[in-house]
């Protein structure tokens, strides 16, 4: 199957990873990070989230690696557009949009599981030959070691003993994110057999980071930079990418990979309706677990999930009383750079 | 107050009808409906649900269920004039003024008691990822069971399927709350309903397609976005009528809608619900005539009375603002020929990422 180094694009962290492994391809996660002009406004208004704007001007722009294919997922209104977007701007890219519903009840995984194998079919066809059971169970092996490996490296930055703090987490997210997995796998591995170290940011204040988008290292160290030592997160360009995927026996493969993505930690717009908001009550658990002094909530401007949510996490926290500060950004590092006073008043009150 | 107010509402369309009642009178009788749900909402005696707007309202109905798309509140607070307080009070409990101001007056309306509370709420993942965040706030707000539909993209055989089971889950659902089963008698009298009025509506449309068209930029304000409300019932048919017979007449006798009509214009996805003179400006300034709205239109086929869920699912799927910006731009440009438009309007409401979403694509999409 495979496809040497071959990359296919994706945007989302529900995106099926060992599927596209198995297919023989490297999953390279199309960040918003780059240096091209913005046009990706002649198509999607202004009022339209940055990130999706910012991998359109990728798009539009050219710079991307070679890509043999997209797996976009309706995960919201802008990738929803995105999908439309990129059609009509690389018409001749092989892209397929799958069908994300918002809940994780039974027939919502079922019905994802068929959106999963329609994936399969396309990947199959995309890469000429047909992907097995037993390649898609290889490939959740492998990519469970993923998530097993942050889980180390994490626990050591919680503690103030990783080397690079949480800008080398960052790197090593984007890596894990966009190269294939047999190096991302060898550069955690030799993190994590990094002697113990004293982190020299260490004496930061503990600060749990949530949010949507925020791949730049930099935004990391600029974080540090204002006093604060992010020591976990919950972010789709972060921690919540990289989570294992249980696998039973005689269970229907695909089945599998729609639970365990659907009912990981969720971005904003995944909920059960069963526990509405349940979101906040997520957030205080983990900053409370991560012996955090306060909370840094930074989305991305015109995150309807996240927006529509933010009050609910507000109240919350309140009344555990646990600080929080919410940033708004563009993706850029620009954008949060502008709000160094706001994030060292709030590091200088939870000190 | 708010009962009062739409009982009022209603008790004055119905006597201005009774004034001339030969006159076919579409908007007032249209108007009376929306009244009366406004009361029926506002009674306190009633089931009610607050929904997302591609749920089956005639299922709702039949169920005795006063149900309600949540926009409709803040269409009403806006087109009253009463949305600012509500704005306001959404916005200092954090919900920012970036997003749908639709779903933040509603929020201010709910945080300050102005919104009925419901007996259940009922989202629908379609036509936006605000409005199902909305319909998550209101059901912790008002401590209320919430069932979500997930309304896939695209209209395939799994797509209507996977809708069509949750539509039936829907009403077990329904069920579970009211202790009421469906009753599946009047279930296909509703569907017969149902499609009674689309036809009906499907000749209205027909008839406003006329050069010059019967219609004014008034007459049919949010009509295909409110009549799904009362689909199941005799008043849609009603109505649907009395707009017909009015179109008809106005045809036969040579009324224009706009006095010499000169450009012909499609307005895109939903009005502008405050008070403005955007449209009357258009007709004496320039004898522009909004003709056609992007959701005034029959978009989905018949329902079989006799097993409606996949018909009702292929509905949900197939509304104009669900699935990809190709089939979207595909509706449009199929009402630009059938109407005969010079041009659109695009509202750009800076919070919906509906409307503003696609504007490029959609402008692009409409030049050829």
């Known amino acids: 199957m495979s496809k ?34 913005d046009q990706a406004g002649q198509l999607l208004h202004d009022n339209l989230c940055p990130h999706v704007k910012r991998i359109l001007d990728r ?105 690079g703090d949480s800008t080398r987490m960052q790197t090593l997210y984007n890596e894990a994110m966009m190269t294939p997995f047999e190096i991302s796998a060898r550069s955690l591995k030799q993190a994590a057999a990094e002697p113990v170290s004293k982190s020299p940011q260490s004496n930061g204040v503990p600060v749990f980071l949530f949010g949507n988008v925020l791949p730049d290292p930099e935004a990391l160290t600029f974080f540090e930079s204002c006093g604060a030592r992010i020591i976990e997160d ?40 069963g526990q509405p908001l349940k979101m906040a009550e997520d957030i205080l658990a983990r900053a409370r677990t991560s012996g955090a002094r306060g909370v840094i909530g930074q989305t991305i401007k015109f995150c309807d999930p996240y927006l529509d949510r ?32 706001r994030i060292e008043a709030f590091i200088e009150m939870i000190d | 107050m708010m009962y009062q107010y739409f009982k009022d509402m209603a008790d004055g369309i119905e006597a201005k009808i ?66 600012d307080p509500f704005l306001e009070e959404a916005e200092q409990a954090g919900f920012v003024g970036d997003t749908c101001g639709y779903h933040r007056t509603v929020m201010g309306a709910a945080r300050k008691n102005i919104m009925p509370e419901p007996d259940f709420l009922i989202a629908t993942t379609c036509p936006c990822s605000g409005g199902i965040a909305i319909m998550e706030n209101l059901a912790d707000l008002f401590n209320k ?23 039936k889950a829907m009403v077990e659902f329904v069920t579970r709350h009211t202790g009421e089963p469906l009753d599946e008698g009047k279930l296909r009298q509703a569907v017969e309903n149902t499609n009674r009025a ?50 008809t007449a106005r045809v036969n006798n040579g009324i224009p809608g706009v006095p010499d009509e000169k450009l012909r214009l499609l307005w895109i996805q939903n009005r502008i619900q405050f008070d403005n003179p955007l449209v009357e400006l258009l007709e004496k300034e320039y004898r522009a005539n909004i003709v056609s709205d992007e959701l005034n239109d029959i978009f989905w086929d018949p329902i079989d009375p006799q097993d409606p869920y996949p018909g009702m699912a292929r509905r949900a799927i197939a509304i104009p603002l669900n699935g990809s910006i190709q089939r979207r731009i595909g509706h449009l440009q199929k009402l630009a020929r059938a109407y005969n438009l010079d041009g659109a309007i695009n509202p750009c409401n800076w919070g919906c990422r509906q409307g503003t979403g696609a504007r490029g694509l959609i402008s692009d999409g409409l030049r050829y």
């Open chain 1, 59 to 163: 798009a539009i722009s050219k710079d991307l690696p070679d890509l043999n294919g997209v797996v976009l997922m309706n995960s919201c209104d802008a990738m929803r557009r995105l999908a439309d977007a990129w059609e009509r701007v690389r018409p001749a890219d092989r892209i397929i949009l799958l069908d994300l519903p918002a809940t994780a009840d039974d027939a919502a995984v079922a019905y994802f599981a068929g959106e999963l194998a329609r994936l399969t079919e396309s990947l199959s066809e995309w890469s000429g030959g047909n992907i097995t059971d037993s390649d898609i169970k290889t490939s959740i092996q492998r990519y469970n070691q993923l998530p097993a490996l942050f889980a180390k490296l994490r626990e050591r930055l919680r503690q103030g003993k990783l080397a």
């Open chain 2, 18 to 83: 009774l004034q001339d009642p030969n006159l076919p009178n579409p908007r007032k009788k249209y108007a009376l409906e929306t009244a009366r749900l406004g009361s029926r909402l506002y009674s306190g005696n009633n089931t009610v649900a607050w929904c997302g707007l591609a749920v089956p309202f005639d299922l709702l109905n039949v169920m005795g269920i006063t149900s309600c798309f949540v926009e409709f509140v803040g269409a009403a607070l806006a087109a009253t004039g009463t949305a």
């Open chain 1, 234 to 273: 919950d972010l789709c360009t972060g921690s919540r990418l990289f989570t294992p995927m249980e696998l039973g026996e005689n269970q229907d493969l695909l089945l599998q990979i729609s639970r365990s993505l659907l009912t990981r930690p969720p971005c904003a717009r995944t909920f059960d309706p």
């Open chain 2, 198 to 247: 689309r036809k009906i509506m499907e000749e209205v449309y027909q008839l406003a397609q006329n050069v010059p068209s019967p219609t004014d930029g008034r007459l049919l304000t949010n009509f295909g976005l409110v009549m799904p409300l009362f689909c199941g019932t005799e008043a849609a048919v009603e109505i649907a009528q009395a707009y017909k017979d009015e179109f």
């Open chain 1, 4 to 37: 040497k180094n071959e990359k296919l694009g994706y945007t989302c962290a529900y995106t099926p990873l060992a599927l596209i492994d198995a297919a023989g391809y490297t999953p390279y996660r199309i960040l918003p990070m780059s240096e091209c002009p």
């Open chain 1, 310 to 341: 933010l009050p609910a996490v507000r109240k919350t926290l309140r009344q555990a009383g646990i600080p929080l500060l919410l940033l708004e950004g563009d993706c850029s590092l620009r954008s949060i750079e502008q709000q160094r006073t």
């Open chain 2, 145 to 167: 069971d919430l069932f979500v539909l997930n309304v896939p993209q695209e209209d395939s055989e799994q797509n209507v399927a996977y809708l069509a089971d949750q539509i």
